[in-house]
DNA sequence: ATTTTGACTTAAG
DNA sequence: GCTTAAGCCAAAA
């Protein structure tokens, strides 16, 4: 399988739990590539697969809503997260409590 | 093929 | 605490 870093980008995000969220150095980790965080933004800001890809679950390693080219943008995300079920702490994401991590 | 940009992260001032 | 600089990777121009 030709998994680039970018599907696997993908399917990491995809794969993220609903109430959970993931930072992009999380992701780019998973994805095998641990310095590539800013690739997973490019990456992000591409989707392909918006509705397939769980974008709005991947934020920044500090839990702050960055980006979303969508309509609504940032505000919208937070929403969205925030109706799933995730805790946020301010404008930011709790991530002591919302961290998604890769049960391997 | 080379250069620029960007939804990151960490370190230093 | 906030701003600036540098380092990393991949996509787009």
């Known amino acids: 399988m030709k998994d680039s870093f970018k599907e ?4 990491i995000t995809r794969a993220i739990p609903k109430g959970y969220v993931a930072t992009y150095g999380q992701v780019a980790e998973m994805a095998g590539n641990k310095a590539g965080a800013r690739a997973v933004g490019a990456l992000m800001r591409a989707n392909p697969d918006a509705p397939n890809t769980t974008c709005h679950r991947v934020v920044a390693d500090d839990g702050n809503l960055t980006g979303y080219s969508a ?8 929403a969205m997260l925030l109706a799933e079920g995730v805790k946020f702490s301010g404008n930011k994401i709790d991530l002591s409590k919302s961290g998604w991590k890769n049960p391997v």
């Open 8 to 11: 696997k980008v993908y399917k």
């Open 71 to 78: 309509k609504g943008g940032i505000e919208r995300k937070k």
